[in-house]
């Protein structure tokens, strides 16, 4: 008796959303050039970016990649950068000011504290033995 009930609701539940209704934007297929000229039409009316706009946007990415891929293999290759890399040098002091915030924290608190902090085993270092 419990088996055909619990089949017969399990197939009321994975039947319903079949049975559903196609909301009305469905199947329909790309719009044609005219839709497409008028959408451009009212996006430049309403003062949208247009196609040059975003043509313009995605020749500066292009460019960002191309410097940035150059940075890179002169880095691998040893060579020093070009004064544009801005950005690595921005790294580079951002990552001295952490290893001097790093070596400062050591010096604070009290001696107990400071033994305590040097006793402690860090998780990420799970091959020491403290």
Do not use: T, V
């Given at each position: 008796m419990k088996t055909?009930?619990?089949s017969m609701l399990l197939a009321l539940s994975?039947?319903?959303?079949?049975?559903?209704?196609?909301?009305?934007?469905?199947?329909?297929?790309?719009p044609s050039g005219e839709q497409r000229e008028a959408h451009t039409a009212t996006m430049k009316a309403k003062g949208g970016r247009d196609e040059a706009d975003d043509m313009d946007?995605?020749?500066q990415k292009k460019e960002k990649l191309k410097k940035e891929k150059k940075l890179k293999e002169q880095k691998i290759k040893g060579e020093?950068?070009?004064?544009?890399?801005d950005d690595i040098k921005g790294l580079e002091k951002q990552k001295s000011q952490k290893a001097e915030q790093e070596m400062k924290e050591l010096g604070k608190g009290s001696e107990k504290?400071?033994?305590?902090r040097q006793q402690r085993k860090k998780?990420?270092?799970?091959?020491?033995?403290q």
């Open positions: 055909p009930l619990l994975l039947a319903a959303p079949a049975m559903a209704e196609k909301p009305e934007w469905s199947g329909q297929s790309k946007g995605m020749k020093k950068a070009d004064k544009d890399s504290g400071q033994e305590a998780w990420w270092r799970f091959w020491e033995e």
